[in-house]
Nanobody
Framework: QVQLVESGGGLVQAGGSLRLSCAVS????????MGWFRQAPGKEREFVAA????????RYGDFVKGRFTIFTDNFKTSVNLQMNSLTPEDTAVYYC?????????????????WGQGTQVTVSA
């Protein structure tokens, strides 16, 4: 059983940056894909970014446009999301998720484990 705990959310002005972190524990296999999703009020949860623990390819949502970077720490105990050039449209609850797969996928239903989420609010 994989446990995921997000941190790093908060309030930031438009144009600013935030770094989200997801602490990963449990599970015996490192054959996971780690992903970030977000959900704004009244909207469906959408894919933000994903990375394989084995250092394979990364994927990003179309709206990211080079502003976000997903990366893991050297000990593979956390997956992080560096977010730059934030806009009010980035305001949402951001969720960390784990997928028992090798290559990054983008659908909510593909992910097996979820964190509780962290709020990101970007003011104009």
């Amino acid at each position: 059983q994989v446990q995921l705990v997000e941190s790093g959310g908060g309030l930031v002005q438009a144009g600013g940056s935030l770094r989200l972190s997801c602490a990963v524990s449990g599970g015996t296999s490192r054959r996971y894909v780690m992903g970030w999703f977000r959900q704004a009020p009244g909207k469906e949860r959408e894919f933000v970014a994903a990375i394989s623990w084995n250092g394979g390819p990364r994927r990003y949502g179309d709206f990211v446009k080079g502003r976000f970077t997903i990366f893991t720490d050297n000990f593979k105990t956390s997956v992080n999301l560096q977010m730059n050039s934030l806009t009010p449209e980035d305001t949402a609850v951001y969720y960390c998720a784990a997928d028992e797969n090798v290559l990054p996928r983008t659908l909510v239903r593909d992910y097996d484990y979820w964190g509780q989420g962290t709020q990101v609010t970007v003011s104009a």
